[in-house]
């Protein structure tokens, strides 16, 4: 029952960040560049609930996503179910202690996710390869991850210890063994 009402939670937080990304962010861009909250929020599920979750929310959120936009299907799907099994990995070789290390868990799944959808536009859709242009928006955006990290990391922390109890239990000390 305690996982339904976290899943519900997190299907309404994804609808929030949605119309956040949609409507508020792009009143305020920085050189007409939004962060992806998408990114943060997915990499904050597979941190603290598990693999398999963090792979099935990146795929859905990323489906949805590609419906929603409509211009290339089946990418922001992939590429976010590659955060959300990476998020995972992260989890076991770092600490989510530190806020610096979360920063650097965002910075590298921000530009992994944004070289990955890159790339498969080019492949797919031949688009034109703008690499100044490119690591502009990028740079751009991993600061701007990294600052909304920075303020909702305590409220990221606080719930996701509660998420990582419900459903990897009390085995943190074995974790590490």
Known sequence: MKKLTINIFLIITAFIIYF???????????????PNLFVIFILFIGLFSNRITGVVYGVAIGAILDLAIGAQIGINAVGLGIIGFLAATFDKNFSKDSRATIMFMVLGATLI?????????????????????????????????????????????KFGYSIENEYKGSKILTRYF
Do not use: D, G, H, R
């Open 113 to 157: 996710f944004e070289t990955f959808v890159y790339i498969l536009n080019y492949i797919v859709f031949s688009t034109n390869v703008e690499i100044i242009n490119f690591i502009k928006i990028l740079a751009i955006e991993i600061i701007y991850n990294l600052i909304i990290v920075i303020i909702v990391y305590p409220l990221m922390q």
């Open 20 to 34: 956040l990304q949609a409507n508020f962010f792009n009143w305020f861009t920085i050189s007409s560049v939004m």
